[in-house]
């Protein structure tokens, strides 16, 4: 299954998140949290499945803002 990670980075700690699933995790560096994050995905779905999810039913895109000073 393919599902989208986020990452950002909040003071010194790097937050994964999966929004198909709603699973978060965090680590000291982005592979260590994709780690936490794909370990936290994976047994989440084991307990709760969700066969509804697949990588088509998530829109990613860009969003280009005006920032006026």
Do not use: W
Not at 1 to 20: F, G, N, S, T, W
Not at 35 to 45: G, I, P, Q, S, V
Not at 54 to 61: A, E, I, M, V
């Amino acid at each position: 299954m393919r599902l989208i990670a986020i990452i950002h980075k909040e003071q010194d700690i790097y937050v994964a998140q999966c929004p198909e699933v709603g699973t978060v995790s965090q680590g000291y560096t982005v592979e260590d949290a994709i780690a936490h994050l794909k370990e936290a995905t994976e047994l989440y779905l084991e307990e709760f499945p969700r066969p509804d999810i697949t990588s088509t039913s998530t829109l990613l895109t860009i969003l280009n803002v005006a920032i006026h000073a």
